[in-house]
């Protein structure tokens, strides 16, 4: 006598259940991945969104004589200690530059502190008991509050987290970037049309395949043992320079640009390529004028991708050098240069609470870029998306 | 001269030299066409040919030569080089304008020449393993002449702190000899390898499941790319999260049990690690289980399976040499990730199996080794390159089973897109 | 019992008892095992079957033939739900089975499954051995626990597919390392393992040589002692060799549902007789 329905149905229900359970417990999973993106995201703007404020006062600033010679004279004594050393360093300098403001005397906002931003931002903050009523004071009175902080993208690093900025790291970013895609743009495409368009199928060219893949599966700091070990002690490339940084980016990122620009080549269709050797055109020629055109938007948005990673990557830019103090902003290729991520690694490692704020802020500029970047390349494989 | 004047002149003269070599030839084969003659190419590619003909072997010998006076040291006067390499110039100018003739094929020939240099350019990839391999491989031995590979391998002290006192010829100095012992660095970069994994494989795995087997189309497409944002978020932004955020929650969890631990606990960046990972895990995953054949999947229902049973029995074992050879990759990288233990995990070699105390990896030792004011001679500085040895060899070898895996899966079910 | 021919030329039969078979097989088992009445599907908007009755007679083959895109693979999977896997299917109408409306909302279309078995027109074995390809469902089903048990059906299962002779040696190798006509056997053997009562098979042979095909063919004439065979075939001669009953599936209607010595010598409708003929399909 075979089973009913009911019958089956009744010897089922557990294992309906344990079913049931492997779907919540796979959408779980899901779910957890994403809520940690949005606990991570949340986090890093709680902490790095006050790094875009930062306290100013408004002091009386004497211009006097001894001010040239001694420039916190030029503040009253009671207000000192809540001034930036940094804007109290630069009065002589303002003073040789308009002589006009010797013994005059007026009231300025100045960059305020980083332990008065910090307690004005309701951190703890390492200011006496006096010094704090006087921050009290000028607060009810309008003279101290929150403004855009512009230093943070206008200058350098600096040891006093209210002077610390990202621009000179940004300028070694762009400078490295640049050498990275000088480099690694050309030899990836030409490497992926190579091993697409020409290669014969041989072991020599899949020993070349096997090798690309393999190298995009190297561990990063690797790569910086390499630069170290060849641009840098075998070339003598410059140590912590834009130039050695690229460098060892672009190898880093040339397995990228090749297996995108080989997809890209590979969706091309082979009515195309026999079309133009239809009408008479030279392997070259075929690839030149008819193939790459047609592939030009996959490489674009492989090569973008590959440099956002390259962007984010540090490891190997600390192994050749590039965490370096650099206060002001250069542009050369050759000398000491340091980029965002190395940034935040060195402002992640300061003892001053302030600088967590910094390195939040200099992260979200990081990711904010990144994310700019892959949303290019996205919009640009949806735009020149095409089916055969 | 300065090197920078003798490089302006050379690619000046260069670059007038090729000007000259391309209109002499494109001139001459248009002469030769005008009197009717037919000729194998179009006169811009006799110009072309005289170009590379004139520029190209007298770069070689620039580069040659430059090369041998940096690196070998020996003394070539710069004017004579440079007056070899013009000369090399002019030979090519006059040999490429007298191969101006109309059964010469300028276009295989220039064709030729591009497919030299494209090969040139593959090769590249070629040279930067080689690169790495023999970088490593020189210091590393240079380290071992000092060292004993086999207490490298199976010491379990690890002590640079006197070594650049040797280094310096002062070893009597020196407190206590280094002692370079790899196998607590090893250990720590396990245990926290083995964290991650713990955190990735499951919600990776799960993760793909329920995009491939349950998730509706719609979910699908907005899940994979935000899973993927997880991969593209920069690791020293996972580094400072698992030191300021995850590590002091850890530490008042362990407190609120009445457990002891490091601000700079493993599994802080375990933890974190593996919630990088995840997405590799997921997508590779993902796309493995969906080039399952739909004929398994009807098969088993068809058979009265419930679908759990038949994720769990059928697609998942079907997809198994995919799912591992991503959990491979995985661990290769969970291996290498430097920036993470870096920020979060300790400096102090410790050999324990208590993932709340502080421990050190080995990618944490290569960056402190290599961003001291050590002198690059001293047997802490090499022993980075020891250690990076190492970690190519294990890395490698990860990679390479899991290329193999896949290969087979794919050979398996004939798929081609992955 | 109702000899009534119907008028040549009509495009569908006129049936005076919807779903029946317009003339009746004298040797085939007439108990009912299931009623499709008024059977409607649409993929989205295309309306792949239109108002479909029949009914399938116990231990009987019955064939369904068409040109290809006439619905008869949907009108198969429809039959234990195969189709819900598909998302924008829509469904209407009775399938009736054991006095249970086969879609009803409490219809477990698990249990359903298992008593309305499924061979498919690739041979689909697991990637595992060939006794585990057979004891893995009747083991979640519970129907074998101890090891003998397994051993038993196992070789019960085998012989009734006819496959024990060439296998009984290398139970534990891999079922994929079979030919194509064994691995198929294997999946009769696989679908039987589990006891249902129904077995469903979607072109089963046009995967396969002709030696393989006569195999399945005589295992197919064997099996429906025990069971309910509906096959879709593609080749009229198989369903002429095998089938007890043969419909006629045309553009998503059944034609003709007809004993199959009548459909094949004398079919009552135009259609019918153009497409055996060889006019179309």
Redesign the interface.
Known sequence: M????DD??A??RA??RRSARLKWASMGALGLAGLFLVLFFADMLVKGLPAFQQAQIQVEVDYSEQASQIPLAAVQEDVRPLVSRGYLRLIPGRMEDNPDLLGTSRMEWVLADGQVDQYLKGHHAKLSNKEMAVVDRLKEDGRAELRFNSTFFSSGDSKMPELAGIASAAMGTVLTLLVTLAVAFPIGVMTAVYLEEFAPDNRFTQLIEININNLAAIPSILFGLLGLAIFINFFGVPRSSPVVGGLTLALMTLPVIIIATRTALRSVPDSIRHAAFGVGCSRWQMVRDHVLPVALPGIMTGSIIGLAQAMGETAPLIIVGMVAFIPDVTNSFTEAATVLPAQIFTWAGEPDRAFIEKTSGGILVLLSILITLNATAVVLRKKFERRW | MQTNQLLAMFSGSLLLLGLIAFFLARGKAARVRASGTSMYAQPDQYGWFTVMSTAGPALVVGAVGSFIMLLVGAEIPPLLLLASCLVIACIGLVLGVAMVRPDFHARQAIERVIRFFLAGAALISIFTTLGILLSIVFEAIRFFQMQSFWDFITGTTWNPGASFLEAAGRAEEGASAAKFGSVPLFAGTFMITFIAMLVAIPIGLLAAIYMAEFAPPKVRTIAKPVLEVLAGIPTVVYGFFAAITVAPIIVAVAGFFGLEASFNNALAPGIVMGIMIIPFISSLSDDVINSV?N????????????KG?MIR??VV??ALPGIISASLLAVSRALGETMIVVMAAGMRPNLTFNPLEDMTTVTVRIVAALTGDQEFASAETLSAFALGLMLFVVTLSLNLVSVIMIRRFRE?YRVNNL | MNMKVAQRGDSVMKQDQPGQPVTRNEDANHELSIRVNDLNLWYGDFHALKSIDMDLYQKNVTALIGPSGCGKSTFLRCL?R?ND?IPSVRVKGLIEM?G?DVYEPK??E??????V??V?Q?P?????SIYDNIV??PK???LVSRKADQDELVERALRDAGLWEEVKDKLHQPGTSLSGGQQQRL?IA??IA??P?VI?MDEPTSALDPISTATIEDLMDKLKQQYTIITVTHNMQQAARVADYTAFFHLGEVIEYNDTKTMFSTPHTKKAEDYITGRYG
């Not at chain 2, 004929?295 to 419930?306: D, F, Y």
């Open positions: 075979r089973q009913s329905f089956i149905s010897q089922l294992r309906h | 054949p004929s398994m999947r009807e098969g088993s229902l068809a058979l009265g399976l419930t049973e029995d059928i074992p079907a398996k | 234990n195969m896997l054991d249970r219809m477990d698990v249990a359903l499954r298992r008593r078995g499924m498919f690739k689909n074995p697991f990637p595992k893995y469902a979640m089903h519970d999946c696989r679908a589990v006891q009562d469903l």
